[in-house]
């Protein structure tokens, strides 16, 4: 039996970034997955540090969006109608936390922790050398219609006011010349100037790790689900024999209930599903910053392996088959907006974002265990804060003063 200070359960962006925080403090940390390091949500995301995300994305709440969802044919939204029943209890509460003048209130927390993203990033990617896979050219809504258009700008001089958000208005011409691929149907886009991209989000993930493991942090293979108390501390078992720690780290994503509903905790936890697929740019097509095709709902970004077009939000059970449509119904339109060649990936790539009715993260000591920590729920933004979670978790773990006040997203609020 093998020793450890923590264990941290679940090797995407989220426990690599509070296992490579906890070894940076000196705790000797094992970090467990059962499959490899960010092969689940961390591998196949869009890529953005959203510098600019203080509002996390809500239930819509005009009449008009509501039913293009009900009619279940958009390409931002889709849902099975046989996950709804089940679904239905969440969709309230996050409905009502939706409502304008909470949802205002949430984004003036969660804007807490957005504000630490780019620096935090920074910190561990120039320490792991990976500051390679990091773009700094912010990213871009683009607009077909002016309705849009108004709205979004009009949103983000309100961000720019209350949060200090920078932006730059592009009218068509501008954006045709620093995107001259994009076929002329826009008349203009918002770019979003502070963000950061990634080319290849399980790159930097396995570059934090392979940091974590040059300050001798530990990964191995191992089942969540075994974890048990022993003592004051936790046990598990691995492929490499079981490992008894003081603490333990529930960083599973979208399958943390596996642990906390075994541990007797009934915590609101939902996801949003979403895909991708690569394509090939046709002969000599460059994109050169993350786009939003924001009318019709999907996204493309420039990665190492080629355009990584991902999709919005799919309301199913997490284990559901899979139903790629809103790929399907995106890429003819993404063909037109811009030069795809072929598809790169035999399937596409299926995710699930891991959510809470609040849209906020759960991050803190667990209510009724001792040494038992969370850190989950980051829905669409766990790429952006996975390292400011690192660094807040450890610093409570360590007994430190936290840089940014936990309370918003103790557990203990649901
Ligand atoms: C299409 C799409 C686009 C996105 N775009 C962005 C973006 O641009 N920016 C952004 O910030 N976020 C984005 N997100 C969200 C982001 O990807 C997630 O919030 C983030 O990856 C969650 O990280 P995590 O570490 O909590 O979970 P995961 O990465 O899912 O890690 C959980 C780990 O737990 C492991 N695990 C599961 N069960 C067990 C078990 N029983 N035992 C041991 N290990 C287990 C899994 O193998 C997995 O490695 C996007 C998500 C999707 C789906």
Known sequence: MKNAD?????????????????????????????????????????????????YPYGFPHDFGALLRYGLNRTIDAHYHPSAIPRLTPFLWRYWKHSRPARHAAIARSYAKLIEHCIS?????????????LLRRSGWMKLFRTARERDARLAEAERWHREFGLNHRALDAKTLQALEP??????????HWTDPVSVTDPQGLALA??????RLGGRFVQGNAASLEAEGNGWRLRTVDGPITAAAAVVALGPWADVVTRALGYDLPLAVKRGYHMHYRPAGRATLGHPALDTERGYFLA?????????????????DAIRTPVQL???????????PLAERLDTEPWMGARPCTPDMMPIIGKAPRHAN???????????????????RLVSEMMAGEAPFVDPSPYRPERF
Request: hydrophobic share 45%.
């Open 208 to 213: 934090y790790l392979g940091l974590f493991e």
């Open 372 to 390: 038992l920590w969370f850190a989950f729920g980051h829905a669409h933004h766990g790429l952006t804060l996975g390292p400011v979670t690192g």
């Open 328 to 338: 399907g119904r995106a890429e003819p339109i993404a063909r037109e907006l811009f």
């Open 6 to 54: 923590a264990l941290v359960l679940g090797a995407g962006i989220v426990g690599v970034c509070v296992a490579l925080h906890l070894q940076k403090r000196g705790r000797s940390t094992v970090l467990v997955d059962r499959r490899g390091p960010a092969e689940e949500t961390s591998f196949g995301n869009a890529g953005l540090i959203q510098r600019e995300g203080v």
């Open 120 to 132: 935090e990033h920074d910190a561990l990617a120039a320490e792991a050398g990976a500051q390679g």
């Open 181 to 190: 691929h994009l076929a002329p149907v826009l008349i203009g886009a918002l």
């Open 302 to 318: 420039p990665m190492r392996r080629g355009i990584r077009l991902t999709t919005g939000a799919e309301f199913a059970l997490r």
